[in-house]
Nanobody
């Protein structure tokens, strides 16, 4: 059974920082592209950041470039999202996604809520 478990969310003041973690089990973690998505109330889910299997390729949404950093530790089966300079627009449920091309295998965590107070 594949499990992705996010943690690290919470309430933070604007300008503050949080680090999200996503611990994976039941899969060969180093074979999966990992991504963070978020969904704000009343909005569609959007891609925040992605990282390739070895960490060599990293992408960010324009809205978080320069503020968020994605990283992974394949020895710990964990992907991280460091979020700095948070603002109210970052308030959302953050989801971890694992995808293994070209198989199409795709897994999601249940999400962790980040609330930024202004």
């Amino acid at each position: 059974q594949v499990l992705l478990v996010e943690s690290g969310g919470g309430l933070v003041q604007a300008g503050g920082s949080l680090r999200l973690s996503c611990a994976a089990s039941g899969l060969t973690f180093s074979s999966y592209f990992m991504r963070w998505y978020r969904q704000a109330p009343g909005k569609e889910r959007e891609l925040v950041a992605g990282i390739s299997t070895d960490g060599g390729v990293i992408t960010y949404a324009d809205s978080v470039k320069g503020r968020f950093t994605i990283s992974r530790d394949n020895a710990k089966n964990t992907v991280y999202l460091r979020m700095n300079s948070l603002n109210a627009e970052d308030t959302a449920v953050y989801y971890c996604n694992a995808r293994r091309p070209p198989t199409g295998l795709d897994y999601w965590g249940k999400g962790t809520l980040v609330t930024v107070s202004s």
